[in-house]
């Protein structure tokens, strides 16, 4: 996928519907400073990445994880969003959580119904097979998003 | 996208790599001496700014778990970071989370300093002023720098040089 220089920056529709919920009812904003404010994002991110990165790097790593993140936001002097981000992240983890059960259950039952129609015997075996399979996919399926 | 997008897009790209605009000259007070400023084009754009005061109150709908910024965006500009290999997606998260509390957050300390008048429109100078102002947003000085009139620079070089003539 090619990177065209406009994909560098966030959706406009999406920036200016933070900024209005940020404002007062009946404030506008110029175009020149929803422009400049989604450029400060991008620059925002890219500041906040090449921080936490350090910290990756320090731990020897080669994968940004969450706290990495954290320590970027302090470092930055950004410390009023851990607290607002230490509980959106407990939240994101849940429904990842609740998205993978059931993601989980929808295989098995999907290769249960497989290995019926090829009429296999000795189902628990195979349940263990699966169970072993599902968690390597999902093991591969991780790396996959992070790492593309 | 505006065609003003396309057309700097590659001077965008710079931009936010390495923080700086093409043809740019620096403005700050005392510190370092006195340097003229202004920046060219880039981020141009119309430049009302009627007044009022209000109060500024925090917005409820982003204390949720969900974000509104797409995370695959968000992840295409760390990618494009030098350095970064990977990023486990409760990172991605919090990235894309922490970006929309800034914006936020960028949004209410701009409005706030606003010149103190009655105040309906956030303005360019807004922000820039902000930038200028909060120690926490220097890093933003050199992407929002403030403007000023091209005679303006001009005398300030033609007095730049007398000082250096007379020494």
Redesign the interface.
């Known amino acids: 996928m090619a ?10 529709a ?2 200016t ?3 209005k ?4 009812e ?8 929803r ?3 989604s ?12 921080c ?2 350090n910290f990756a ?1 320090k731990a020897k790593r ?5 706290a ?3 320590a970027a ?1 302090e470092e ?3 410390e ?2 851990l607290q ?2 230490k509980e ?9 959580k609740g998205k993978k059960v059931a993601s989980e259950q929808k295989q098995r039952e999907k290769e249960k119904k497989a290995d019926a129609e090829n009429g296999k015997g000795k189902e628990e075996d195979n349940e263990d097979e699966e169970e072993r399979m599902d968690e390597e996919q999902e093991e591969e399926e ?1 790396e996959e ?3 593309n | 996208m505006t065609s003003a997008v396309e057309s700097s897009a590659r001077g965008r790209r710079t931009a936010l790599a390495s923080s700086t605009t093409g043809f740019k000259i620096d403005r700050t007070s005392a510190r370092a001496g006195r340097r003229a400023v202004f920046s060219l084009a880039r981020f141009s754009g119309n430049m009302s700014a009627n007044n009022a005061g209000g109060k500024v109150n925090v917005s409820h709908s982003l204390n949720n778990k969900n974000v509104s910024l797409p995370m695959s965006r968000v992840k295409l500009i760390m990618k494009s970071s030098p350095d970064v290999s990977s990023i486990n997606q409760d990172a991605l998260f919090v990235t894309t989370k922490a970006t929309e509390l800034f914006v936020q957050y960028l949004t209410q300390c701009s409005f706030k300093n606003g010149s103190g008048k009655e105040k309906n429109t956030l303005a360019y100078s807004d922000l820039a002023n902000a930038a200028e102002q909060s120690e926490i947003f220097q890093f933003l000085t050199d992407i929002l720098p403030k403007k000023i009139l091209a005679k303006d620079y001009l005398r300030s070089l033609e007095e730049r040089a007398e000082d250096e003539d007379s020494d």
Do not use: C, H, W
């Open positions: 990177e065209r220089p406009e994909d560098l920056n966030l959706p406009n999406v920036i519907r933070i900024i919920e940020a404002l007062p009946g404030v506008n904003v110029s175009k020149e400073a422009k400049a404010i450029q400060a994002a991008s620059v925002f991110v890219l500041y906040a990445t090449s936490a990165n790097m080669k994968t940004l994880n969450a990495d993140v954290m936001m930055m002097e950004f009023r969003f607002p981000l959106a992240l407990e939240g994101f983890k849940k429904s990842q991780d998003e992070v790492e």
